[in-house]
């Protein structure tokens, strides 16, 4: 498989097993693409989310999956936090 169709596979895979192993490929470039894939399973971005290069979290920022996942969990952090000072 040459370099592009990988790419083009990581970005547009609705396979949830063909990105569960793209997102542990050693190249930043198809990890990136499996992060700003819209139709990557949520346990899949928590886990490209720890990524160590910023190329992969700067893909993963753009998608609007991970963003709802994203504000989602920050939402809930703030009501736990808020219902265990007192607040609500």
Not at 48 to 73: C, I
Request: aromatic share 6%.
């Amino acid at each position: 498989m040459t370099k592009e169709e990988l790419k083009e596979l990581a970005r547009k895979s609705r396979d949830p097993e063909i990105l569960d192993r793209l997102s542990r490929d050693k190249e930043y470039w198809v990890r990136g693409g499996v992060a700003g894939n819209r139709n990557t399973p949520a346990y899949l971005l928590d886990r490209l989310n720890r990524d160590g290069d910023w190329e992969v979290l700067e893909e993963l920022e753009g998608n609007p999956k991970w963003q709802a996942v994203n504000k989602s969990a920050r939402l809930d952090v703030a009501r736990l936090a808020s219902k265990w000072l007192g607040i609500l």
